[in-house]
């Protein structure tokens, strides 16, 4: 429990948590009651963690690249206390945080891993306490220390951003099933006016996003059955405009992948068809490019003199590359190499 030598100003939150807040957030006014964020709310925050004996300071995140950190009210993040303090927070709001030695006993090993996404490191040791028990430990000493002999720890959070459910886009791996479908949509929209507006990288993350999420579907369904079917015919068109986006970034091999994709579902897809033979013949794919040029013309005799032509202009590509490549091979006969 918390200490009786307490400053008048820290109050108790949970059992064995109390806090103190270091500065108050700039709009908080005279508001004396807590804050209410309902669930899936998201928090971005620094924090500070110390010892409370000594002062030493364990770790700080604005020291790391990946800040601020981040969490969504509900969602299973690992240090639980730490959702329970930043709920009492409001956005601008500095406040310290010390919890008891009781509160803290898996503390290390679920921190471990945040320090590990921090520092871009990857753990070489098993995972949580079997690591421990087979004599590995957690891979770093002051958390081992903490582990063997837990004491009180103070936590400051600076909260950089609370915002509600509603105000913010979900990532994927927090929307409900039926959160998902209704997104695909607007996704798919979204993409097409990004497009429009030359934003192609953008456009492609919102295909490749839809994408994601129809994979997420999918895997709730029977494969083969009628829904998963359903799911997997709604990739093609995400998966069309995702290649056209590659393919005028410069990464042919992904569009040629993304349009076998597309023809494994549909195999007379005349804008799979085409798209991947211009990549086959971006990346010098000579017999697959006028195959698929051929193949384009024949399902859509509109494309058939663009085809012709860029069959041509391919052939003489080829030729003119196959006479240059024959030059430097007399330059290097003639000098003797």
């Known amino acids: 429990m918390a200490t009786t030598n307490e400053a008048p100003d820290t109050v108790t939150i949970a059992d064995g948590i109390s806090k103190r807040v270091v500065s108050a957030a700039p709009d908080s006014g005279s508001a004396s009651s807590p804050p209410s964020y309902p669930t899936e709310s998201h928090f971005a925050f620094d924090f500070v ?54 509160q803290l006993g898996l503390f290390p090993v679920q921190y471990r891993k945040l320090r590990d996404y921090l520092l871009d490191r990857k753990s070489a040791h098993c995972c949580g306490m079997a690591g421990v028990r087979d004599g590995g430990g957690l891979g770093y000493a002051d958390l081992d220390d903490l582990l063997a002999k837990p004491q009180r720890l103070l936590f400051e959070f600076h909260l950089r951003e609370a915002k509600l459910p509603h105000e913010f886009r979900k990532e994927t791996w927090i929307m409900r099933p039926e959160e998902k479908r209704a997104a695909l949509p607007q996704l798919r929209q979204e993409g097409n006016d990004l497009y429009k507006a030359g934003k192609t990288a953008d456009a492609a993350a919102r295909y490749t996003e839809a994408l994601a999420m129809l994979e997420d579907l999918a895997a709730m369904e029977r494969p083969q059955d ?8 709604a990739k093609v068109p995400f998966l069309l405009n995702l290649a056209q986006c590659q393919l005028l970034l410069g990464d042919n091999y992904q569009t040629i992948r993304l349009c076998t994709e597309a023809l494994s579902r549909e195999p007379d897809n005349v804008k799979a068809v085409y798209r991947r033979a211009k990549a086959h013949a971006a990346v010098w794919d000579v017999a697959e490019a006028k195959q698929d040029f051929s ?43």
């Open 49 to 102: 963690v110390r010892v409370a004996a000594t002062g030493a300071v364990l770790d700080d995140s604005r020291l790391h690249p990946k800040r601020p950190v981040s969490l969504y009210s509900g969602r299973g993040f690992q240090i639980g206390f730490w959702e329970t303090c930043l709920e009492t927070m409001r956005p601008g709001e500095v406040s310290e945080f010390a919890v008891e030695p009781e």
């Open 226 to 233: 009628t829904k998963w079917l359903e799911l997997d015919k």
């Open 295 to 337: 193949r384009a013309a024949q399902l859509d005799p509109g494309l058939a003199a663009a085809c012709d032509a860029a069959v041509r202009d391919l052939t003489d590509k080829v030729r003119e590359r196959e006479r240059l490549e024959k030059e430097q091979l007399r330059g290097k006969l003639i000098a003797g190499e």
